[in-house]
């Protein structure tokens, strides 16, 4: 549970002794265990409670970016890792929250997440529209994946509620139910590499197939703004991945809500770029953690002014 006691701790903080200053705790909203926010936001909190003084912070599971944003507005998260698109539905108060803004502030624009449409091959299935009349798995309820997975079917000419059979699985339990031929393809927008997609394409048989998809960017974009970017899947990310994929991509944010302490804001985003290698031995991802990209279209909500201000300490022109 969130404890935003740290306004009250923070500002009292400078005069205890060390030994009282460790009542700050911090709850990291993350996602499901075999996606790659899972480890990225447990690393995060082993690096952050190792270096802020005085600060604990822990890493909970969760379904993914709506729900996350979901527990920034109750308070039952303090930071959370969430796609760029998600995090500007929430603040304007739109799509699934719609007539609930949430008060959600950017702490730093984090990794690419390139969206995976795996499938098997021999299945037929070549490009969205062949996942008409197929079993496919959208991503859990609250999840970003799920988001993007209708707005790419949508852009595809498919009605995401008629015109396939949803299943709303974990992309551990779609990796799982692919291998047993129980779905025909699934979505997932993450990371590379993503463990379950690992662990599906290492499996004996079995021969993975991304459906190829960077065709559908402009109409994506053109219905929800410029948060999507053509990107690839790069060969041998996977095993037996020979080709690059081409896919699309949405950047993930690290955010929290607007009341979090600029004190606060300011020791995460500092240490997240200044212990960087720490985070890279954790995921490769986070060698993506980089002052040039925080100036990018990905932030599309504003900055925390604690981010603000370690951004402009180190030469950057952010508002």
Not at 79 to 105: C, E, H, I, N
Not at 148 to 161: C, I, T
Not at 185 to 196: E, N, Q, V
Not at 203 to 212: A, L
Request: charged letters at 25%; proline letters at 6%; one cysteine or more.
């Amino acid at each position: 549970m969130r404890k935003l006691l740290l306004a009250l701790v923070a500002c009292a903080a400078a005069s205890l002794p060390a030994a009282a200053q460790q009542k700050i705790t911090l709850s990291i909203a993350t996602g499901p265990t075999g996606g790659v926010y899972y480890p990225m936001g447990g690393g995060m909190a082993n690096i952050l409670s190792k270096n802020i003084p005085g600060l604990s912070a822990t890493a909970e599971s969760t379904a993914g970016s709506i729900a996350n944003l979901e527990f920034i507005l109750t308070k039952k998260a303090d930071v959370a890792l969430s796609m760029a698109d998600a995090s500007w539905d929430a603040y304007k108060g739109q799509q699934r929250f719609q007539g609930r803004p949430v008060p959600v502030r950017g702490l730093m624009v984090l990794y690419p997440n390139r969206f995976h449409i795996v499938t098997l091959d021999g299945l037929g299935i070549n490009k969205v529209a062949d996942l008409k009349g197929r079993r496919v798995s959208t991503g859990p309820p609250r999840s970003g994946t799920e988001v993007k997975a209708d707005r790419v079917l949508e852009a595809a000419g498919l009605n995401p509620n008629k015109d396939i059979t949803r299943e709303r699985l974990t992309v551990q339990e779609s990796g799982n139910a692919l291998k047993d031929r129980k779905i025909d393809a699934f979505f997932w927008s993450g990371g590379i590499p993503t463990a379950a997609v690992t662990d599906l394409a290492a499996s004996p048989g079995v021969k993975i197939k991304f459906v190829e998809h960077d065709d559908l960017v402009e109409a994506l974009n053109k219905k929800y703004g410029p948060l999507y970017v053509k990107d690839v899947i790069p060969a041998k990310s996977y095993p037996g991945q020979a080709t690059d994929a081409k896919v699309s991509t949405i950047w993930n944010v690290l955010v929290t809500g607007a009341d979090t302490p600029d004190d606060i804001a300011y020791n995460i985003v500092k240490t997240m770029f200044e212990k960087k290698e720490d985070m890279v031995r954790v995921h490769k991802e986070s060698s993506n953690f980089d002052l040039k990209w925080q100036t990018n279209a990905a932030i599309v909500i504003p900055f925390h002014p604690g981010a603000v201000k370690y951004f402009r300490e180190r030469g950057l022109n952010v508002k």
